[in-house]
Structure formats: structure tokens, C-alpha cells
């Protein structure tokens, strides 16, 4: 019998929802959730999921009480207040603020990633503006060359909250982009990054269609 209490809104292709399968794996706590797949596109809105979260975005969790959390941080934080293990996230001081900042910046990434899906994918050639889609890959290339200059040595120490969206982040461009490029331009993500993929969480969540 499933002992699972909580239900993820789930979706392979979301990196969010990656993020929250990676906190899911690292602190031991899959048997807690019970994941309903469902398909989402921005003009193709699930019911289901509006019902739950206004926004129509994933993840969402909802809790055994009925109340449903989202987005992707709130979920993230809350099931790291439910294992015994280290936090994945420092719960005070200059860590926490340095950790909430780095994974809000690789969350940076993701909008921006998601966001050329979207335009590439979903809206017409002929309308497709590139300037924006220019500005947006300069934000994933500003932020990926901060990783790189300024956040290495601390990705390396731990496998926590913020080197989780960081890796989620990597493995989205690699999935829609994978022309990319990042690891000439980035060694050392591009070290940090094969080392991570070989994690157990990491090979059991590869984005998928
Ligand atoms: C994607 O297919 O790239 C995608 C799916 C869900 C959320 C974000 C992106």
C-alpha cells in the first residue's frame, strides 16, 4: 500500500518540477508523494491544475489536508522541513540569504530558457521577435558566467538547494537547447556539471516529452 500523503502536479518536460523530484530523491521522501501527471502548454490550460493553482503553473503539491502549495520554491522549502537530514536550504544567517539568492539566479535562467521554448515552439515564425529572444539569452549567458566566476567553489561543496535549480537549469538547456554551447564558455560548470548528472536523483529525472 502507498503511504504516499501529498500529490505532485507533475510534468517530465518542467525543469520546477524537476527541482522538487531532485528534493524529493536527496532527502529520501519519494514514498511521501503520489505524482499525477498532466499536460500543460501555455494555450492549453489543464482544469485540474487551475483548480489548484490560479496561476495554472507547476508544480503545485497539495497536502493531505487539501491545501495545495506552488510554486516550485515554496514546495522545495516546505519538504525540506520534513526529513531529519541536513537542510538542503541553511535555515538562517548569511547562508540561507547566499543560497536564496543563487537559486533564485538559477531560477533566473529557467524563466528566461522557458520562455525561448515558448517563443520558439508555440508562436509562429514570422512572428517571433528577436531582439527579446536575444535579450533573453543574454540573461542565461550573464548569470551562467556568474556561476562560473563567483558561485564554483560553493556548487562544489554540496549538492544543496541552490546547485539543485543550477542542475536543473544546465539539463533544461540541454534539452531545448541543446545547441547551446555553455560548456565551451563555461568549463567549470561544464566539470561541476558532469559530476552532478551521475547522481542517482539526477539519472532517475531526465527531462522528457
Ligand atoms: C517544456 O516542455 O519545455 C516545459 C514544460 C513545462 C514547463 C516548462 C517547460
Known sequence: M????MTLYHAAASPFVRKVMLVLHETAQLERVHLQSI???????????NAD?????????RLADGNVLHDSRVICEYLDHLHDGEPLLARQGAARWRSLTLAS???????????????????????????????????????????????????RQRFDMAAIGLACALG?????????????RHPGLADWYAQVSQRPSMLATPPTN
Open 53 to 61: 493553482n490560479p496561476a495554472g503553473k507547476l508544480p503545485a503539491l
Open 172 to 184: 533544461y538547456l540541454d534539452f531545448r537547447q541543446p545547441e547551446h554551447g555553455w560548456r565551451e
Open 105 to 155: 539566479l538559477a531560477d533566473a535562467i529557467l524563466d528566461a530558457a522557458v520562455l525561448i521554448r515558448y517563443e520558439t515552439f508555440l508562436r509562429p515564425a514570422d512572428r517571433q521577435w528577436e531582439t527579446w529572444l536575444a535579450a533573453q539569452q543574454d540573461k542565461i549567458e550573464r548569470s551562467l558566467t556568474y556561476f562560473e566566476q563567483h558561485a564554483l567553489s560553493e556548487l
Open 2 to 5: 502507498s503511504a504516499a500523503t
Open 39 to 49: 499536460l500543460v502548454a501555455p494555450t492549453k490550460p489543464n482544469l485540474a491544475l
